[in-house]
Structures are given as C-alpha cells and as structure tokens.
C-alpha cells in the first residue's frame, strides 16, 4: 500500500465489502489479512460454509482466471494458495464440528506429477464436515500409494484429484490396476479437479466425477446409502 493510500480497517467493513475486500487480499497473498476476514466474517454469523464458497474460493477463482491470463504467474499464485490455506485452517475445525456420525471413510489424494492440493483440501474438509473418515494421501502419488492406503485403512471410497490435462490420465492408469488386481468393484472411485468432466469420469470407469466439494458429498453419501441398503438386503 503507498503512503496516500488510507489503511483499510477491515472490521470497519460491511459484508460485502468485506468479501470484495478478501478477494484482493487473497489475490495479494495477503495471509494474515486473509484470517482476519475470516474470523470477521465467522464473528457475524456467517456459516463457515460460506465463508469458504465465497470469500475464499471465489476469491482463488480471480487468481485462477488471471494465471490462466498470464496476469499472474506462479510465485504470486503459489503465495494466493498460502493466503487461502490459512482461511482454510480456521473453517477447517468448525466444517468438521457437526458431530454426524461416521458415513464412510475415503482415502483421497492428489495423482502423480500433480502437486495441486487446495481442491483435495477443500473436499478433505468437506468430507470431514459430513461424518466421513478422510485418510489424505496428499500429493504426487503414484498407483501403489493409493493401493497401499486402500487396504490398510480398509477404505469404502476411494477419491483422486488431479488439476493438469498431463495427470488426469494417470486416475486411469490407478483404476486399470485396481481392475487387474480385481479388487475394483471393492471400493467406490470419485475423481474430480477442473480440467476433467462427466464423460471422462465415465471413459476412465471412476464410479462418479464431482464438479466440486460439495458435489463430492453428495455423491459419496448416496453411494454409501446404498452400500448400506445392498448389505441390509443381504
Ligand atoms: Co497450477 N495450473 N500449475 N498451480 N493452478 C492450473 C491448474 C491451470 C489451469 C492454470 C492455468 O493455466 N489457467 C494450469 C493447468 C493447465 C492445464 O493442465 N491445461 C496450471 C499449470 C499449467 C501449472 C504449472 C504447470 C505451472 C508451471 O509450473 N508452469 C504447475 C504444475 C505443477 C505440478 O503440479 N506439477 C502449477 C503450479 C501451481 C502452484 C504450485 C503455483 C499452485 C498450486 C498450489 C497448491 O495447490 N498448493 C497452482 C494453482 C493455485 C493453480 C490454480 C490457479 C488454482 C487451482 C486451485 O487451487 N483452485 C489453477 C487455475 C484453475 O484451476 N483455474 C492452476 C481452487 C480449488 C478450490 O479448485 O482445485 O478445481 P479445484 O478443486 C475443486 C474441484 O475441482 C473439485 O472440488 C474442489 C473444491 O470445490 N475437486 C475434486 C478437486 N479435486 C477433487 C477430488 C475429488 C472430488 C472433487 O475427489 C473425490
């Protein structure tokens, strides 16, 4: 900020303007600037839920559309996810607070040569917030990582990320293993990231592709309701 510009006070700030406000902050990498807004807007009632949506993950959109742009270039993106990060480790805890009881667990990562992880998070959190057991592999994982967790968290579901047109077909090569192991029907397989869509769940045989977090419980509660109901009827 130069020296004639005023200091914004950011409790100082009505909800919209907030929001607006925590769109350039996060665009600035502005991390404390960012827990700040977060806990002012926590402060007035808003649902975490909504926190996320739309000061956060709107906010990400803008540096998404500009890095796209060639506005941005990776050192300020890498500092925007740093902003987001530390709003997300506020709302974290509260998603995660409802007390459901446990829907399933699901063990969820990023795939190999994929170091994009503030999505996965994102439906990490989301997952949590809905009673599932989330065991997160975090990024760059190869075929047997995925495997590995599988088995030894006796997992119900199995969930990939993937942000770049290069390693989204790696989620296939992971299925076309499960397949030859002949363990794929054992688990159900949820894929989501931007650059993939519904026919390339289905081409790649992933039970469901989730557009976003949200999506992504969704989903995984209707598939978990009929395991249940599959298992009830013997
Ligand atoms: Co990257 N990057 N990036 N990047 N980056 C993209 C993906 C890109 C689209 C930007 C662009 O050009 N417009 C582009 C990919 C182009 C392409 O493949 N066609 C790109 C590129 C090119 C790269 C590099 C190659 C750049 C370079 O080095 N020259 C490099 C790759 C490194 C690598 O992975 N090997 C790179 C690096 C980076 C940073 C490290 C700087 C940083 C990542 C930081 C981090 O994640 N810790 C970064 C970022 C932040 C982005 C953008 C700007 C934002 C991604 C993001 O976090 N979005 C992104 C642009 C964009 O997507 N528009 C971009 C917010 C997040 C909430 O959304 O991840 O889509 P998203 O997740 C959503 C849904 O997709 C869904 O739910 C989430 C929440 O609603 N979802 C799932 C995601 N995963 C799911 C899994 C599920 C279910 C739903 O399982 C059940």
């Not at 009673?131 to 199995?158: M, R, S, T």
């Not at 390693?167 to 296939?172: D, G, I, V």
Request: glycine residues 10%; contains cysteine.
């Amino acid at each position: 900020m130069s020296e004639d510009e005023p200091e914004i006070i950011l409790s100082e700030l009505d909800d919209e303007e907030l929001t607006l406000q925590m769109h350039d902050d996060l665009y600035d990498g502005m991390k404390e600037e960012i827990e700040e807004g977060t806990n002012i807007l926590l402060g007035r009632g808003w649902e975490p839920y909504r926190v996320l949506t739309e000061a956060l993950v709107g906010g990400m959109k803008i540096v998404g559309d500009d890095f796209r742009d060639g506005i941005l270039f990776v050192p300020e993106v890498l500092l925007a996810a740093n902003a987001m990060k530390s709003g997300m480790k506020i709302l974290k805890p509260l998603l995660a607070e409802t007390g459901a009881p446990r829907m399933g667990k699901m063990v969820i990562g990023t795939v190999k040569g994929d170091i994009h992880d503030i999505g996965k998070n994102l439906v990490s959190m989301m997952m949590e917030g809905a009673g599932f057991e989330v065991v997160d592999l975090g990024i760059n994982n190869p075929v047997e990582d995925y495997l590995a967790a599988l088995v030894k968290e006796d997992a119900d579901i199995l969930g990939m990320s993937a942000l770049l047109t290069t390693t989204m077909p790696y989620m296939k090569v992971v299925i076309d293993t499960m397949v030859e192991q002949g363990i794929r029907d054992d688990y159900v397989i949820l894929v989501g990231g931007a650059p993939l869509n519904e026919e390339f769940g289905k081409a790649i045989g992933a039970d469901a592709y989730c557009r976003d977090a949200a999506v992504a419980v969704e989903t995984a509660k209707e598939f978990m309701a009929r395991k249940h109901n599959q298992m009830a009827a013997g």
